[in-house]
Every structure is written in C-alpha cells, then in structure tokens.
C-alpha cells in the first residue's frame, strides 16, 4: 500500500484518484475547485462518467480515499503526488501549462522527504524539466523528488474500465529506480510497462494520438472519394482492418473528431514542431480535414433538402462521442451553429449533455425525448453514436416527420433498412 496524492480532481484526477484507492492505496485527490471537492466527497463524480459514483462511493465509505482543497493536508504524507490539471489549448495552438505551473510550485512548497511526482496530464516535450525545475525553486532544502513522466491513455465513457485494463504504462525517467517504483503501482493490472527517459514518453503521448486522429481523417478522406464513386466506405473500413498490419479500430468515418484530447494535442504538437523548425504537414492535414468533415455535411443537408431558412430541423447526439456528456470540440456542437447561422431551427435531443449544450448554444431548442425533438421537422440529423439511437424506432420517426429525410452522422444504420421505412437517407462515404 502507498500514500498517493492526485492533484486536479477532473476525469482524469477522479478516475485515478478512485482507481489507485481500489487497488489499495491511501489516497487523497486535491483540487482547487472547492465545489468539486465537496460533491466528490460525497461520491458524486462532476463529470458523466459511467460506473465513476459507484468507484468514487465505494472507496470512500473504506477510508482510503479523501478529497480535499489542501495541500498541505495531502502531499507531505505522500510518496507519490500526481499531477493530473489541465492542459487547455491556447489561441496560437500551444498548450496553456498556467495550471501545471501553479500546481507545481504549490507541491514543490508542501513536499518533505523524499516524493516521486507523476506527470499525468498530456504535457508538451520538455515539461519534465520544466515541472522538476519549478519545484527546485520553492523545495525545502532538505526535500529530495523526482520527476516522472506516465501519460494516461483512458478514454471518456469508458475512463473506468480503461485505467483497470491498460494496454500499457509508459514510464518516462532520468531516474530508473523511480520508474520502477511508479511501476509498481500498477503491478496488479498486469499490463506490458515501457520505461524510457522523459521527453519520450512525453512524445508516446502526442504520437499516438496523433496517429489515431490521422486514421480518423484518413478514413473521412476515403469516405468523400466513396461517394463519388458509389463504393461503401463502411465496408471497405472492414476490409482493410482484416489486415493485421492496419487492424479494424478508429477506422469510422463520419462527421469527425472531437473532444478534449485529439484537437488539442494534434495542434500542441503541431505548434510544437513547428517551434523547433519543422513543418507538420500531414497534422495541419488531419486537422483541416476534420473541419472540412463538418461542413461538407451541412452541405449535404442543403443538397437533400434544399434552403435550410425557417426550417426544423432534429439533431440527434450533440456530446463529441457516445457515453459522455462533454461537448468539449464537439462536431455536433459546430453542425447546430452552422444552421443557426442558415437561419434553420435545430431541435435537439441527446442522453446526457443537453445541459452543456444549452450553456454554448442557448438558440436551439432542446427537448427531453428524442421523438419530440423529430416532430414536424424537415431532416433528423444524427451526430452522436448513441446505442439509444442504434435501437430507436425509425418507422415512428419517419411518421412524425414532415418529411423523412435522414443524415447519418455516424453511420450507425443500414442504408437499405431505413431506405424501405420511406426515408431517404444519406450516410458518410456510402
Ligand atoms: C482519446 C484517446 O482515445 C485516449 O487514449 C486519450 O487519452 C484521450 O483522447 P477520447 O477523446 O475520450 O479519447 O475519445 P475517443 O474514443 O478516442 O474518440 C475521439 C473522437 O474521435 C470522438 O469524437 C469520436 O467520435 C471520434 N472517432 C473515433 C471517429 O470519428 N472515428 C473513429 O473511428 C473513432
């Protein structure tokens, strides 16, 4: 058993802040954020995440996890302190590293004895040094620390399940024994562990997901030339994945890439190449292409069903994926605006994240069930990759509509299936 501290108690602080206490750990999650504090020590996790309340819950009523606003309270008991703040995109693309910054010198005033700080948070190259240099500053004398660097891997809608089955942990160190004693903390979840220096493991994080939005707009690509030529992208994503070299995942085309992490880090590191002299052509492709994905959808809509002014138009799905309720660079969000801005009149339902919604685009309409939000409209628009929309009643749809004109955002329906209920329907790249 370790003492552990997580500061910065959002999805990704939560999440393992409760993951470490169910492996046995004494853990304490700090943040800033007083209201956030307080709900999670209620076992109320401030973000959707499923199976999230239960972890949080059953953790805390065993004592081995505590939320607090504290430093002082947490780190100097702690052998192990996590930095798990946010790292936010600034205009220019760079990583806004303001949190990780104040968030390292508060640690650096608390620690005593001897601690070994994690950079969890995707932090761009050189942040290692950088983080150990701040702390130098305002250390005790008598404190010693190392720095490592662990980048997270988890997924929002499945961040519970993920940090219990990670495909890998990437250590990065100056400092092999400290390496290998973050290891340990991972040593129940049997999961391959590659230990490297810093700056690379600070690059493993950008370079896979980098490469896992390049597939994304990889496979959007493909999806337009489809369409052109009458070829069905869903299935050609099939038959290239049965080959081992290129593997089935992250190969569904459809209206994008979102979220916290993909947009962000793909332009981190592009800002970042850029710095040092190089010229990331193919990252300013993956992400003009990701754009582009949106409009040319919108465009679609106006070719099926022509001027877009004064009409009604369903929007199904506005969180950037399923399962989550974040609409962080969410390309549903940007579809909305785009007919706002025509002068149509989305109305919209999604499982989770219609409160986030209304906040950034309070001019839609926002109803609580997604049969409401199809009546009367001229075109439903699907957007997220809700199980709830794979399984709805399309005939009922259909009867609600004033006429049934479907846009799959997400591929989620079989064409001839929806086709034979009346509708006439258009997916992306088939
Ligand atoms: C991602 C990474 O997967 C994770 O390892 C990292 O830690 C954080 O970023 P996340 O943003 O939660 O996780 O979502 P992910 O499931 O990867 O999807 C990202 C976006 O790509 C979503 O908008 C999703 O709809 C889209 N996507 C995904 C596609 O358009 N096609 C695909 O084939 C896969």
Redesign the pocket.
């Known amino acids: 058993m370790a003492v552990i501290t997580i500061i910065g108690t959002n999805y990704v602080g939560a999440v393992y802040a409760a993951a470490f206490a169910d492996l046995g750990n004494q853990v304490y999650g700090v943040d800033i954020d007083e209201r956030k504090v307080q709900l999670l020590s209620e076992g109320i996790s401030p973000i959707y995440e499923p199976g999230l309340d239960e972890l949080v819950t059953r953790n805390l009523k065993a004592g081995r996890l505590r939320f607090t606003t504290c430093y002082d309270e947490a780190v100097p008991v702690s052998e192990f302190v996590f930095i798990c703040v946010g790292t936010p995109s600034s205009f220019s693309g760079e990583a806004d590293m303001r949190a990780v910054r104040s968030a390292a010198e508060m640690i650096g005033k608390t620690i005593r004895g001897h601690t070994i700080i994690i950079n969890k948070s995707t932090m761009p190259i050189g942040s290692g040094d950088l983080v150990t240099s701040i702390i130098n500053q305002v250390k005790s004398p008598d404190a010693t620390f190392a720095v490592v660097s662990n980048p997270?891997?988890?997924?929002?809608?499945s961040a519970v399940q993920d940090v219990f089955n990670p495909s890998r942990i990437v250590l990065g160190a100056e400092d092999r024994e400290a390496a290998e004693r973050v290891a340990e903390l991972y040593s129940a979840l049997n999961a391959p562990v590659l230990i490297t220096d810093r700056r690379t493991a600070e690059m493993i994080k950008y370079a896979?997901?980098a490469i896992?939005a390049t597939?994304?707009s990889f496979?959007n690509e493909i999806a337009q030339i489809c369409e052109q030529y009458q070829a069905d992208v869903k299935v050609v994503a099939q038959g290239m994945g049965l080959d081992p070299r290129i593997g089935p995942?992250?190969?569904?085309a459809?209206i994008?890439?979102?979220?916290?992490?993909?947009p962000k880090d793909v332009k981190a590191l592009s800002y970042m190449a850029q710095e040092a002299g190089c010229h990331p052509q193919l990252l300013h492709a993956v992400l003009e292409i990701n754009q582009d994905q949106r409009r040319r959808f919108v465009h679609k809509l106006q070719t099926m069903v022509g001027d877009l002014h004064q009409r009604p138009i369903a929007i199904w799905g506005l969180s950037?994926?399923q399962d989550t309720d974040d609409i962080r660079e969410s390309?549903a969000i940007d579809v909305v605006r785009m007919l706002i801005q025509r002068g149509a009149i989305p109305r919209c339902y999604d499982p989770a994240a219609m409160d986030n919604a209304r906040e950034v685009v309070p001019e839609a309409e926002y109803f609580d069930d997604p049969y409401e939000a199809v009546r009367g409209t001229d075109a439903l628009l699907v957007l997220t990759?809700w199980n709830e929309f794979k399984q709805a009643d399309l005939g009922r749809v259909a009867d609600l509509m004033r006429q049934p004109v479907l846009l799959d955002g997400r591929n989620l329906y079989d064409p001839a299936d929806v086709r034979r209920l009346g509708f006439r329907y258009a997916g992306v790249g088939r």
């Open positions: 997270e891997f988890l997924r929002e809608g896979s997901n896992l597939r994304i496979i995942l992250f190969l569904d459809g994008g890439f979102g979220g916290s992490c993909f950037f994926k390309p990759p």
